[in-house]
């Protein structure tokens, strides 16, 4: 056993130390990699990934799993570690190799189609790409297998474990409690003062108020940093080197902010990984939900906290030369928990944006099991949306083509966005009862004692457990959409005079 | 032979796509990565380049290069890319993955214990650490093979072709003519207005001003960088990714834009391979020598003359608001272009640097020979700089321990960085002779017709030829320090009344 071990560890760590270097590419590329390096990227990240997939099929592979499965002497990181990297290998080997590079290659043309068609509003030029990524898309779960629906093998990639039934389940109270709590939200007379965060102020500004509140929160800028790109992100190359972005916009102020305290939610559950266990499962997220219920904790539950703007408030009336001097706390806290219908995903508040993820996975779903033509989506989408958030888009491009994911291939990756919600508002309240004065803490500055408690709670165990499973043993609860209702009808109510 | 080439070039492009990741994972090092990320950078590099070495000693490519070596009728490309990657491989394949991994290992500590021993002028700390170097240097070189000096199998790796004797023939002159002239320039009562160029101005000012004069070189920053570093280098990814860095010091604001015309020199060199041998040695610098001599062509023959300076004077005084207004034109010629002995190499001036080279040159060849003991070499060293530079250090940290290349075990290194300055002085007589009134496009800040000659006569080329090849064919005549010595004795004689 120990030579299997030995070996299977070195594949293993050659496998996510090489997904570790795709991931240094992929951030150089979005932040500093001059426009004409594009070619030359693309045939560094395809080498490196083929290289990886070459070692996680590689028969070496093979042998090591069939002969640590037989053994009974594992430890619990050690077990782990074979059950993860025998997910991911019985995945790969299953998938042949040429539908991956047929993928591959439909993706790059599907991705480009549709950048033209979002822009000159043409669904029709889009759909030929879709129906073939689509239909590549359910040969890959078919060769994958499922129980019940080809879905569950697409989701299975993102938020391993969880099934169209499972996230059907969890998402019915946005059918019922959190669909009535939206009514009632929109039906009331209350305006909120958005138009208090529209002035200008200056990126070096913006930058440093962000690089501050990041630092505050935990964020260890000697092992990570906080730069700039088109669409924010977060990238850990491992626990000691972690790379945030945001974007600045000098007519939104607090659009940086929120975009940072969502990064290093991300960052913070990425440097609170098992350094001793790094380029292994057991140094890795969970999935995709729990990584997105870090960054909603920090963004949401924290970030627009009535303690958190009591605190924050004065920094920002410094930091930005007394320009919020006329903004008082409660417009402050009323105008970043604001409920507004919009027609785009990315600038939904916290209860729309579900609705939003509703009517994806619905649609996603559906598309997989070959229940909706590609040329009804279209419509289908703008019967959704008013059925859901209550506006239809006049053009496709407000609509079906506005978010990027399908033409990426990224089928049952949008339902982990409103996981992550439901996740973290079920922490958060756990932690509450777990942590004294949470709110005197967070009014304070001080993070510490929040950070401590998802560290040991979730950042801590890796991959061990699987989400679901993480959520109830931090919780004592399975995953529900409760908390996540309970905690926006508590703070909506006094704004919104429900 | 179609299946044959197929499959090598296959193997070749792996090999230089992944040095190119390398290289990346090494710009983000130095210009990027947080300071805790050092650890997980080993691994990813360590990782990346095992797997290149794994590719260049395959069997797969010995077996290529053994079929391929068997037919004729390949073409002039392929037939520089089968020379040059049989080159690799047979070096590769010679020197054993144990001392590989030895020197690999004594590497990391013999540069740590060589920064504690600069720091505390303590050679006898190091000299344990250089001993073993020098002796693993030793086995390599025996590995590789050479017809007389041992040190050429080392020199070999970095100026293929280049040989102890060559490089002693072309230094020669440093014994006679050019000695001569420094002793002419030192023993003149001229003094150099050095202290005009000591004023302190914003790094911003500084950044925007180095940007704008690479790009009017014909640096293309949309295939590009310029950033900071500790140390100023270049890094080529692919002639469409040139990432150059430079370094600021508000009071020494020339040290800046000298700095990055040199960068700048070595990334026109980098642009200027030919983007469809990317990957391949058709798409690759020559040598080192070559290379430097690029940078040094920029930075020296060009950047320090009076037509540039009559142009970027004007623009030096306008960008730092007047700042400059008190220097004329003679006077700023004159600063850059002073004479003045120092201890540090990289200090040192167009003229007393090659001095500093040359003594590290017989330093390294008699070490390799065995012909110095490791303990005599403070005092060699102090001799010898008093005898070549004419000034001697007084402790060791500003001596024998001032350049981090020993520990690096980079033998054979040194001799590049003058053989770059003889090329360059050589390269530009013959553009002179080429190309019409050069002075006069370089007064107008136009450039373009130096760059097309040097596109034209050194980076099309690739490896094509090796350097003193190169050299001849673009010159007409084999690589001489003549010219080197005739320019400076030409610029020299005015400013210091000879």
Redesign the interface.
């Known amino acids: 056993m120990p030579h299997h071990w030995e070996r299977f560890e070195k594949l293993v ?2 496998i996510h ?2 997904g ?2 795709s991931s ?2 992929g951030w ?1 590329q979005e932040t ?6 594009a ?3 693309g ?2 990240s395809a ?2 990934a083929g ?1 990886a997939h070459e070692a996680v099929t590689s028969t070496e592979m093979a042998d090591c799993i069939a002969a640590l499965g037989d053994t009974d002497d594992l430890s619990d990181a050690q077990q782990t570690i074979l059950r993860e990297t025998a997910r991911e290998h019985d995945r790969a080997a299953k998938v042949p190799q040429s539908l991956v590079e047929e993928l591959s290659r439909v993706r790059v043309l599907a991705t480009e189609a549709w950048r033209v068609a979002r822009e000159g509003d043409d669904f029709a030029h889009f759909a030929p790409h879709l129906t073939r990524i689509v239909s590549l898309k359910c040969d890959e779960a078919d060769h994958v297998g499922y129980a019940s629906h080809r879905y569950d093998a697409l989701l299975d990639e993102y938020e391993p474990g969880a099934t169209c039934a499972s996230v059907t389940a969890m998402f019915a109270p946005f059918r019922g409690e959190a669909r009535a709590l939206l009514d009632a939200v929109l039906s009331s007379a209350a305006t909120p003062p958005t138009s208090i965060l529209r002035r200008s102020l200056s990126v070096d500004a913006q930058r440093a108020f962000c690089r501050e509140a990041a630092a505050d929160l935990g964020f ?6 906080l730069d700039v790109s088109a669409h924010p992100f977060c990238s850990g ?2 626990p ?2 972690v790379r945030l972005t945001t974007r600045y916009d000098e007519n939104d102020p607090l659009s940086s902010l929120f975009g940072t305290l969502h990064e290093t939610g991300h960052g913070l559950y990425e440097q609170g990984l098992p350094p001793e266990h ?2 292994t499962p057991m140094g890795a997220a969970v999935s995709l939900g729990v990584h997105e219920s870090q960054s909603r904790l920090w963004e949401n539950l924290v970030g627009r906290s009535r303690p958190f703007w009591s605190r924050y408030l004065p920094k920002l009336r410094t930091c930005y030369g007394g320009q919020f001097d006329d903004v008082s706390l409660d417009d402050m806290l009323y105008a970043a928990n604001a409920v507004t219908p919009s027609l785009i995903r990315v600038e939904a508040d916290e209860l729309t944006y579900n609705f939003h993820i509703l009517l994806r996975f619905e649609l996603e779903a559906a598309l997989i099991a070959g229940d909706v033509p590609i040329g009804d989506l279209p419509d289908v989408w703008r019967q959704g949306m008013a059925t859901y958030v209550g506006i239809a888009p006049e053009n496709d491009a407000d609509g079906v083509l506005q978010d990027v994911h399908w033409s990426h291939g990224l089928f049952g990756y949008f339902p982990t966005y409103t996981l992550g919600n439901l996740y973290a508002a079920q922490l958060f309240a756990a932690m509450r009862r777990d942590v004294d004065d949470v709110d005197g803490h967070i009014a304070n500055g001080e993070f510490g004692a929040i950070l401590d408690w998802l560290r040991t709670r979730i950042h801590g165990h890796g991959m061990r457990y699987g989400a679901a499973e993480l959520i109830k043993r931090a919780t004592d609860e399975a995953p529900t959409a409760e908390y996540l209702i309970a905690y926006l009808r508590e703070k909506l109510t006094p704004l919104y005079d429900l």
């Open positions: 760590k050659r130390t090489l570790s270097v240094v590419l150089d500093q990699m001059p426009t004409k390096g070619t030359a990227r045939e560094h080498l490196i290289i260890d800028f000697d092992a990570g940093r190359f491992h000691r080197d790094a380029f």
